[in-house]
């Protein structure tokens, strides 16, 4: 059975494959954070900014097989002619709390690339085409190589320069977003500041958020 908060379709907001057309599908549930705010100050994770509770949400709801959920995301997806590769973003919460292969193999079966979004504390089931680690405080990383690791910037116990020798093929900075226009701009001031003193980091806007498509 797969929980699902909400799945729509969208463009990816973040990371190398900004811009991308996409299908997002938000598991229920993390292992890092209730998801209630009376919890949050004393989570793994106190940044989040996503509401992950309950199967509420906009094509949300309780699937008990793989099909029928690959089903259900590959009809958010424009079925009339194009040229680009069907591609499906999982995150949630925290999605390798439920993603499994079988759900993968149906979503390539209908022709979907398979990303991921994962805090990086379980390990990924193999089939996943782009896996992006986003690492949370002083939390163990069960993954040290995929394609991206975009970190929230700054983190005090999450330093760039622990990671900055993992097996990723591409290290971004986000500056994380609390809520506050004033805080940040500083914020983002601080991580562009970073980038430019060390190339190796590039930095991800949320871009979502600036344009205002979800
Ligand atoms: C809501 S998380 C869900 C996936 C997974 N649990 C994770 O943390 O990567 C999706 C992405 O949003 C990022 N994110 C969450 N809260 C943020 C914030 N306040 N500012 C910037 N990025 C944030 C996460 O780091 C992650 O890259
Ligand atoms: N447009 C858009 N892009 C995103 N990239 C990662 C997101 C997430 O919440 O995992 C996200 C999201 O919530 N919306
Ligand atoms: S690990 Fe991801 S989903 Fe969980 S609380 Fe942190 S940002 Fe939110
Ligand atoms: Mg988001």
Redesign the pocket.
Known sequence: MYHIKEAFYTLQGEGAQAGRASVFCRFTG????S?REIDRAN????????D?IGTDGINGGRFTTPNALAEHLNALWPQHNTRATPYVVF????PLLQLDTPLITAMHDYGFEVAV???G?LPPPPGIDWLCV?P?GANTLAITQGDELKL?YPQSKALPEKFAPLGFKHFFLQPMDRGNPQVNAETVHLTTAYCMANPQWRLSLQTHKIAGFD
């Open positions: 993390c292992n890092l954070w998801g989570a793994q994770c106190t940044f989040c900014d996503t992950f995150t949630g919460g925290e979004e994962t805090n504390t986003s949370k929230v």
